[in-house]
């Protein structure tokens, strides 16, 4: 029984130990999650021009009178004069699309009021379709040849003239998400420097939208009336910082 005290000096030794060296490993732990818990947030811009490779132009245009028959025939040589425009400027046939025809009875109207000067308005519809953007966008300079002709083009229409598109998004995606994602670190990496810190791993990230702007940002200048186009894309990416 003598060595009790010694025992028992020693058992509380080592529990004191084990408490201290506990202590130090939760302690770490704790400072480790703090250092986790810093982060930086930047993003990174990639911007390209590309040019439109689709051009759809659409044509409405009327025809008026009292005489159904003679309106209808009025519309139809119309039309043929609309398709041969656009032959002459090089469109092929197989690029022309006839639409829907509207007829509108204006004696049918249930909330008519007043004489009616022309019982019966005809309007059709045609499409030019094609990956040839510049011969669309040449053909439309010369649309006073239609209203010399004697063509009635709608003001609802005519005045919006041929849209432009670009189709080739996915095929410029992968390069520009890889600039945009390079441009956010450089710029984490920066602001890592200027703070006394490392930059460490991604903590999180987001692509973000791609935008297809006009190149001419101007105002009024719609993305879809200008063949050539800037693509944009933004990226969000969160960076661990340690010490």
């Known amino acids: ?4 005290p010694l025992k028992l000096f020693v058992a509380a030794l080592l529990v004191a130990v084990g408490l201290t060296l506990g202590g130090f490993f939760i302690g770490k732990g704790f400072v480790d999650g703090r250092l986790g818990d810093r982060f930086v947030t ?14 759809i132009w659409p044509m409405r245009f009327v025809a008026t009178g009292d005489d159904l028959t003679r309106v209808h025939a009025q519309l139809a040589a119309d039309a043929e004069k609309v398709v041969q425009f656009l032959v002459r400027n090089g469109l092929p046939r197989e690029a022309i699309e006839v639409q829907s025809l509207e007829v509108t009875d204006l004696l049918a109207q249930t909330y008519r009021s007043g004489p009616v000067d022309s019982r019966f308005i005809l309007t059709q519809i045609l499409v030019a379709r094609t990956e040839n953007v510049d011969l669309i966008a040449s053909a439309s300079q010369k649309v006073s040849e239609l209203v010399d002709a004697g063509v009635v083009l709608s003001a609802e229409w005519s005045a919006g003239g041929p849209v432009y598109l670009f189709t080739g998004l996915n095929d ?3 390069e520009m998400i890889a ?6 670190r450089l710029a984490a990496e920066q602001f890592a420097a200027d703070s006394g810190s490392r930059l460490g791993g991604i903590r999180r ?12 940002n101007a105002p009024d200048m719609q993305e879809h009336k200008q063949i050539n186009k800037t693509l944009r894309v933004v990226t969000t990416v969160e960076y661990y ?3």
Do not use: W, Y
Not at 1 to 4: A, L, V
Not at 42 to 55: F, S
Not at 179 to 184: D, L, M, Q, S
């Open 205 to 216: 990230a987001n692509q973000g939208l791609f935008q297809i702007l006009p190149r001419d």
């Open 172 to 174: 410029v995606k992968p």
């Open 241 to 243: 910082l340690d010490q």
């Open 1 to 4: 029984m003598s060595d009790s």
């Open 179 to 184: 600039e945009a994602t390079v441009n956010a």
């Open 42 to 55: 930047v993003r990174g811009l990639a911007e390209t021009e590309v040019k439109a490779d689709l051009a």
